[in-house]
T-cell receptor
């Protein structure tokens, strides 16, 4: 079993829809949670960064972390064709020999069609 | 002005050759990383340096050797390339460990 599980999709939605992307994880030591967006032939671009449980909002994006369920989500409101990309969740923990090592999910391919 | 830049963007070479990939960041970060992304888009950490000191060394064949001449640069040298080394290699940097990481656009390595 992978430490971080993410449904690879693909996910196809109409423009304007609310998109929900999710990851589950098994390592309860994870404390830092990130969402990255990756366009084709580009590097991952940081969208959201949260520490521990709770919600964080940035424009059309909302990240949620539920540590008790080991579940994180990214919501995209009013989705646009320019949001079409692969979305990667990533997480890390402090202490020991982790040194901020990021563990990634497989990524979910999202297409927003006009 | 590119924050994390990698060269070359594409590398096509034959099995058994030795090649290097270079990475430079102009963000003033102290920590740099190398990741490998396989054909299924799965990203996995390979190495990390903090202030030029190696702090993460995952289970990677010793044909792969990272070098950090200074805090702004992290290079990756690969000896005796094998078919399984074909992948996209990403460099990333952050202020410190457990800080948000910023990625370059990758080096696409193809082994013939």
């Amino acid at each position: 079993q992978k430490e971080v599980e993410q449904d690879p999709g693909p996910l196809s939605v109409p423009e304007g829809a609310i998109v929900s992307l999710n990851c589950t994880y098994s390592n309860s030591a994870f404390q830092y949670f990130m969402w990255y967006r990756q366009y084709s032939r580009k590097g991952p671009e940081l969208l959201m960064y949260t520490y521990s449980s709770g919600n964080k909002e940035d424009g059309r994006f909302t990240a949620q972390v539920d540590k008790s369920s080991k579940y994180i989500s990214l919501f995209i409101r009013d989705s646009q064709p320019s949001d079409s990309a692969t979305y990667l969740c990533a997480m890390s923990y402090a202490g020991g020999t982790s040194y901020g090592k990021l563990t990634f999910g497989q990524g979910t391919i999202l297409t927003v069609h006009p | 002005d590119t924050a994390v830049s990698q060269t070359p963007k594409y590398l096509v070479t034959q099995m058994g050759n030795d090649k290097s990939i270079k990475c430079e960041q102009n963000l003033g970060h102290d920590t740099m990383y190398w990741y490998k992304q396989d054909s299924k888009k799965f990203l996995k950490i390979m190495f990390s340096y903090n202030n030029k000191e190696l702090i993460i060394n995952e289970t990677v064949p010793n044909r792969f050797s990272p070098k950090s001449p200074d805090k702004a640069h992290l290079n990756l040298h690969i000896n005796s390339l094998e078919l399984g080394d074909s992948a996209v290699y990403f460099c990333a940097s952050s202020w410190d460990t457990n800080q948000p990481q910023h990625f370059g656009d990758g080096t696409r390595l193809s082994i013939l």
